[in-house]
């Protein structure tokens, strides 16, 4: 019996702890764990590192509905070039794209397209619109579909469906996990008005207030109780949500970003002006704290990046023609590994943040979990490793991120998917063998 590749000598982060171990893949998949796995056609020296389950950012924007992408921005070759160069082994991307991804033939498309463009294995949101509300059930049940998004409140692009009686629609005709932007649109358009045009870029954390995203999720909150159906809200930024979702872990899910647990205003608005704008806003400190607290206590579910690349022309205007979101797939991983290396959280609840948890919220088919019979994926990192994060390393076309400069402790060495070794020091090896996610339905 000869094995395709073992991986060996290294650190094994199981699910339930970490161990010194030998992993043999066949065929793409985990075939054994344990010592002296006997004889393999490749074998990966994993010494003096640690093998985590390939980490999985659950929330990006590739730009791309399977028609080349924006160009100078980002595709969904260049978004999952990111992703592999930074140890991600998986991205969910969402539906605001050209054309967006809000029915079975945009979707279909889209899905099909994944083979040949994208490094990594790819999840499909399915973003809702005010002509799909009683197809949920359908569209979720696609293949390659991780879940039905909605914007509740305006961001990027057009999609939104912000009344209840609509969302409630929608919540009653399918039964899988929906994700939410949930800010509130009325209080969101109401409070526009009253902040000047070209004030400082503090000003966008003001307009969208805490009011404003707590009410969304109250809102979204009491529709899944009405309903019976499973939410997630995502990227969760203020205290007074965790608190809340906290009690409500039954039945609606938490996301964190990467950016609401290390940056916060109004240092952060003054540093990096438009490179700091994204929706939900960065806040002060005390919500950065609320958020850690909520990682350490398990009211989060799971840590994304939501990846939002835009040109630096749209980032430079004036505020609030400012254009929200900031790029961050690529250094999820290395800034994560970093809080590791502070003390703040242990590498297994990283490990459960960052690639179980976003396959338990939905339902990634073999993803999540170093235990044979699952998908060959790892993130292999080196946790004493000191590297510098950099606009140039940055693979999207607009080429910068909002943590130029930040010196991190850990960082990915090698991105193995199914078993293949893409990503190796820094270079990518052969064609984009990324393929859909399947998600149980
Ligand atoms: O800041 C954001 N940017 N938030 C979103 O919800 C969308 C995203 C984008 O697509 O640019």
Partial sequence: MSYDLILENGTVLFPWGEAAADVAVQDGRIAAIGARLGAAAARFNAYGLHVLPGIIDPHVHFRDGGQGGIPGVEDMRSGSL????????????????????????????????????????????????????DESGALETLPGICAMKVFAGSSTGDLLVADDAS????????????????????????????FAQGGPYSDHCQWRDVECAFKGTRRITAIARRTGRPAHILHV???EEFAFLRGQKDLVGCEVLVNHLLQCAPEVYERLRGYAVMNPPLREKRHMEAAWAAVADGTVDNIASDHA??????????????????????????????????????????????????????????????????????????????????????????????FDGVECTGWPVATIIRGQVVMYE???TGEPIGRPVSFRS
Wanted: include cysteine; glycine fraction near 10%; charge should be positive.
């Fill in 82 to 133: 990111g992703a592999v160069l930074g140890g991600v082994t998986a991205a969910f991307d969402m539906p605001n794209t050209t054309p967006p991804g809000v029915d079975a033939a945009s979707l279909t498309a889209k899905h099909h397209y994944i083979a040949g463009h994208s490094w990594c294995e790819i999840g499909l949101f399915a973003g809702a619109t005010r002509e799909n509300l």
């Fill in 167 to 194: 969302i409630e629609r929608l919540m009653r005709s399918g039964r899988r996990r929906v994700a939410f932007h949930a800010e509130d649109e009325e209080r969101l358009q109401e409070r526009k008005p009253l």
């Fill in 237 to 239: 930024s203020t205290a």
């Fill in 309 to 402: 690349p835009h040109p630096r022309a749209a980032k430079e205007r004036p505020w609030p023609a400012t254009a929200a979101g900031l790029t961050g797939v690529q250094t999820l991983l290395p800034l994560m590994l970093t809080q590791v290396h502070a003390g703040r959280l242990s590498l297994l609840r990283l490990a459960q943040l960052m690639a179980e948890g976003p396959a338990r919220i939905y339902g990634a088919v073999g993803k999540g979990r170093i235990v044979a019979g699952n998908d060959a994926d790892f993130s292999v990192v080196d946790l004493r490793a000191v590297r510098r994060i950099e606009n140039r390393w940055i693979a999207s076309p607009c080429g910068w991120t909002p």
């Fill in 426 to 428: 820094g270079q990518v």
